[in-house]
T-cell receptor
Framework: DTEVTQTPKHLVMGMTNKKSLKCEQH?????MYWYKQKAKKPPELMFV???????INESVPSRFSPECPNSSLLNLHLHALQPEDSALYLC???????????????FGPGTRLTVL | AQSVTQPDIHITVSEGASLELRCNYS??????LFWYVQSPGQGLQLLLK??????LVQGIKGFEAEFKRSQSSFNLRKPSVHWSDAAEYFC?????????????FGGGTRLMVKP
C-alpha cells in the first residue's frame, strides 16, 4: 500500500467551530507532514512529526494543533479559525531520513477547508 | 538556503505541440529533484524524480526531465501535449544533508492547453 489517505475531502466550518483533519498511511513511514496550500501557490510546510514527536513547527498559529497518536495517523485539530485559513491542507509521509540520505515524500489528496 | 525558481508563471501551448517547463535551483551539492503535477482542487502527483545516475529521467504520462548540473536546471519536457495535461506544475528540491527530508518548492507553472 503506497497511499496516503486524508479525510474529509471537503470541510466547511464557522469561526467558532472545532474540527479535525485526519491523515493515514500504512507504508511504515515514521515521518509525517502537514502542508497548507493557498490557491495558485506552492505548498507551505506547517508541521513535521518524526517518530510520533513534533520535530518542526513553522511558526503556525496555535489555532492549528497537530497530533500524532501513532505511527500511521496524523491529525490536525482546528479551533477558532479565520477566513484566511481557507486552503487545501495536504498531508505527506516519508521514511525518516538520516544525514546524507533523502527520503521521498508521498502526498495525500488533501482536504479542502472553507472557513466562513 | 536553497531556492527553486520556475521562471514561467503561465504557459499556453496547443494540443499536440511540444512542451518544456523550466526549473532552476540554487544548492551547493547535487540535490534531489522532483516534478509534481496538480490538477485543480487535487493533491500533488509525482511525475518524476532525479536522485543520481542518468541525467535524463523518464516519468509518468510521457514526461521526461533532464538534470543539467552546469546550468543548475531540471527542465520538464513532453513531446506532444494532451488537453488533460492542463494543470499546475511544481518543481521541488530535496536536501540530502537535512535529516528532515525537507522539500523546497518552486512557485509553480500553470499550463493551459489550446484545442
Amino acid at each position: 500500500d503506497t497511499e496516503v489517505t486524508q479525510t474529509p475531502k471537503h470541510l466547511v466550518m464557522g469561526m467558532t467551530n472545532k474540527k479535525s483533519l485526519k491523515c493515514e498511511q500504512h507504508m511504515g513511514h515514521r515521518a509525517m507532514y502537514w502542508y497548507k496550500q493557498k490557491a495558485k501557490k506552492p505548498p507551505e510546510l506547517m508541521f513535521v512529526y518524526s517518530y510520533e514527536k513534533l520535530s518542526i513547527n513553522e511558526s503556525v498559529p496555535s489555532r492549528f494543533s497537530p497530533e500524532c497518536p501513532n505511527s500511521s495517523l496524523l491529525n490536525l485539530h482546528l479551533h477558532a479559525l479565520q477566513p484566511e485559513d481557507s486552503a487545501l491542507y495536504l498531508c505527506a509521509s516519508s521514511q525518516e531520513g538520516t544525514g546524507g540520505f533523502y527520503n521521498e515524500q508521498f502526498f495525500g489528496p488533501g482536504t479542502r477547508l472553507t472557513v466562513l | 538556503a536553497q531556492s527553486v525558481t520556475q521562471p514561467d508563471i503561465h504557459i499556453t501551448v496547443s494540443e499536440g505541440a511540444s512542451l518544456e517547463l523550466r526549473c532552476n535551483y540554487s544548492y551547493g551539492a547535487t540535490p534531489y529533484l522532483f516534478w509534481y503535477v496538480q490538477s485543480p482542487g487535487q493533491g500533488l502527483q509525482l511525475l518524476l524524480k532525479y536522485f543520481s545516475g542518468d541525467t535524463l529521467v523518464q516519468g509518468i504520462k510521457g514526461f521526461e526531465a533532464e538534470f543539467k548540473r552546469s546550468q543548475s536546471s531540471f527542465n520538464l519536457r513532453k513531446p506532444s501535449v494532451h488537453w488533460s495535461d492542463a494543470a499546475e506544475y511544481f518543481c521541488a528540491v530535496g536536501e540530502p544533508e537535512n535529516a528532515g527530508n525537507m522539500l523546497t518548492f518552486g512557485g509553480g507553472t500553470r499550463l493551459m492547453v489550446k484545442p
